[in-house]
């Protein structure tokens, strides 16, 4: 069982920036994404990236302030976040498509149901 944990969440001012990590148990070749979902309101991606690292993709709410990468010898995963947002405020997941399942360039599934591993999460809060 490919297990996620997550760190670097905490709490900022707007116009902040965090770093989040995703260590994975063991090396993928796979897809994995960043979720998050915000108080009262449901689950949704934030970031994608491929096996390589290669094919990376963000939703229209983090393009230009977040980045997504990948550091295989880490086997981590990184969401960096610049000039966040009290609308950023959110736990933060990562995820994991089961390695051998796509092609280490593929161009990742956008919905929950893609992923087969989910970490714990971490909380990221954007004030005022």
């Known amino acids: 069982q490919v297990q996620l944990v997550e760190s670097g969440g905490g709490s900022v001012q707007t116009g902040g920036s965090l770093r989040l990590a995703c260590v994975v148990s063991e090396n993928t070749n796979s897809c994995m994404a960043w979720f998050r979902r915000p108080p009262g309101k449901e689950r949704e991606l934030v970031a994608r990236?491929?096996?390589?690292?290669?094919?990376?993709s963000l939703t229209a709410a983090a393009r230009g302030r977040f980045t997504v990468y990948r550091d295989k010898a880490k086997k981590t995963v990184y969401l960096e976040m610049n000039r966040l947002e009290t609308e950023d405020t959110a736990m933060y997941y990562c995820?994991?498509?089961?390695?051998?399942?796509?092609?280490?360039?593929?161009?990742?599934?956008?919905?929950?149901?893609?992923?087969?591993?989910w970490g714990q999460g971490t909380q990221v809060t954007v004030s005022s």
């Open positions: 995820a994991a498509r089961r390695s051998g399942s796509v092609v280490p360039y593929a161009v990742c599934g956008e919905t929950p149901n893609f992923y087969d591993f």
């Open positions: 990236i491929s096996g390589n690292g290669a094919v990376t």
